[in-house]
T-cell receptor, first 115, second 115 residues
Framework: DADVTQTPRNRITKTGKRIMLECSQT?????MYWYRQDPGLGLRLIYY???????NKGEISDGYSVSRQAQAKFSLSLESAIPNQTALYFC??????????????FGPGTRLTVL | AQTVTQSQPEMSVQEAETVTLSCTYD???????LFWYKQPPSRQMILVIR??????QNATENRFSVNFQKAAKSFSLKISDSQLGDTAMYFC????????????FGAGTRLAVHP
């Protein structure tokens, strides 16, 4: 099945460590997004990309970087993790030009804990 | 800047009864999309229902319906004949028309359906 996958699903790391969260999709969508979810705050946009040459900062990009290695892959990096980056991270894709009514399709999420 | 407000952090309902979740938003745009997402304990984000702002008719999907009041900038979700499987976090989200189709989420409402 066409899908959005995220690896790892859960990760515990220590302050100061570099960590990468990966997202892959088989939907053939050109638009990809990274969100983080915190209790009481909902989901907030970190970065988004329309294609491999188009990367944009979202609402809360400080402390994060991304790489769009291919149309199907969009990775999120924390160069030096800190405890307040403990959150649930979601990748999403969309392809409005295909008539999907702008729906975003979400991956299963990555639970990240920074000690 | 657009904002989405969900004023009910938690709600509960008895099985088979009806419950309404509230959502208000702030925007100066005339064309946009509104969504309700469900997040069960599995943490997967599931699209429940969508509404295009240019459509006056309220969207309906089986037991789920919305009350869209454009002038009041209100977008409530009604769940009829509540089922135990409806227990989840529900997020209201706003998407401007055009541009990068970024989603702006509310903080969420945690719904518990009791037998």
């Amino acid at each position: 099945d066409a899908d959005v996958t995220q690896t790892p699903r859960n990760r515990i790391t220590k302050t100061g460590k570099r960590i990468m969260l990966e997202c892959s999709q088989t939907k053939g969508h050109d638009r990809m997004y990274w969100y983080r979810q915190d209790p009481g705050l909902g989901l907030r946009l970190i970065y988004y990309s329309f294609d491999v040459k188009d990367i944009n900062k979202g609402e809360i990009s400080d402390g994060y970087s991304v790489s769009r290695q291919a149309q199907a892959k969009f990775s999120l990096s924390l160069e030096s993790a800190i405890p307040n980056q403990t959150a649930l991270y979601f990748c999403a894709t969309s392809a409005p030009r295909r008539g999907d009514y702008n729906e975003q399709f979400f991956g299963p999420g990555t639970r990240l804990t920074v000690l | 800047a657009q904002t989405v407000t969900q004023s009910q952090p938690e709600m509960s309902v008895q099985e088979a009864e009806t419950v309404t979740l509230s959502c208000t938003y702030d925007t100066s745009e005339n064309n946009y999309y509104l969504f309700w997402y469900k997040q069960p304990p599995s943490r997967q984000m599931i699209l429940v229902i969508r509404q295009e702002a240019y459509k006056q008719q309220n969207a309906t999907e089986n037991r789920f319906s919305v009350n869209f009041q454009k002038a009041a900038k209100s977008f409530s979700l009604k769940i009829s004949d509540s089922q135990l499987g409806d227990t989840a976090m529900y997020f209201c989200a706003f998407m401007p028309s055009g541009g990068y189709n970024k989603l702006i989420f509310g903080a969420g409402t945690r719904l518990a359906v009791h037998p």
